[in-house]
């Protein structure tokens, strides 16, 4: 059974910075492409960033384009979302998900992702 459990969550001022991490039981991370989606208050979860299994291609959600990044260690099973210049828009459930070796035709697409965190609460105050 896989894991995700994300960490670095909290309530950071707009203009600030804050880093969520990621971390994946199991001895097969590098074979997982990896994705954060956020969902916030009264709205459905929406795709933020993704990375694939190698980290050599990452793809990002037009809204946070600039701010965020996405990247992973394979070494340490762990992804990690650092977000700059943050808005009170991006206040959210953040969510890490994984997704099994397969061909991912549209990687904002929910579905192709297998196993889901807890998530963590980011606010964002203005």
């Known amino acids: 059974q896989v894991q995700l459990v994300e960490s670095g969550g909290g309530l950071v001022q707009a203009g600030g910075s804050l880093s969520l991490s990621c971390a994946v039981s199991?001895?097969?991370?590098?074979?997982?492409?990896m994705g954060w989606f956020r969902q916030a208050p009264g709205k459905e979860r929406e795709f933020v960033l993704a990375?694939?299994?190698?980290?050599?291609?990452?793809y990002y959600a037009d809204s946070v384009k600039g701010r965020f990044t996405i990247s992973r260690d394979n070494a340490k099973n762990t992804v990690y979302l650092q977000m700059n210049s943050l808005k009170p828009e991006d206040t959210a459930v953040y969510y890490c998900?994984?997704?099994?070796?397969?061909?991912?035709?549209?990687?904002?697409?929910?579905?192709?992702?297998?196993?889901w965190g807890q998530g963590t609460q980011v606010t964002v105050s203005s």
């Open positions: 990375i694939s299994w190698s980290g050599g291609s990452t």
């Open positions: 998900a994984a997704a099994k070796a397969k061909p991912i035709m549209d990687w904002a697409n929910q579905r192709y992702y297998d196993y």
């Open positions: 199991g001895r097969t991370f590098s074979s997982y492409a």
